[in-house]
């Protein structure tokens, strides 16, 4: 992990930020030795959250495919 001064992150501010997003954490020491850790927030979302696609098929058409694979299977 890659640890800047407090001035050199005030001055490169953008491409600190850019850094923590690709390395996964950066750090800035302040003069009085204290240290902060600047790291990407990870969004909790769903493996299941996906866009729709649109396929310019009706309701009525899905429902009468799926009631036709249901026939085919009994």
Known sequence: MKVYTYSEARQRLAKILE????????????????????????TLTSPLDVE???TDVSKEEIIAFIR???????
């Open 19 to 42: 850094e923590a997003r690709s390395e996964g954490a950066v750090g800035i020491r302040r003069r009085d030795g204290s240290t902060f850790l600047i790291k990407p927030e990870t």
């Open 52 to 54: 729709g696609v649109d």
């Open 68 to 74: 036709e694979g249901r026939e085919r299977t009994r």
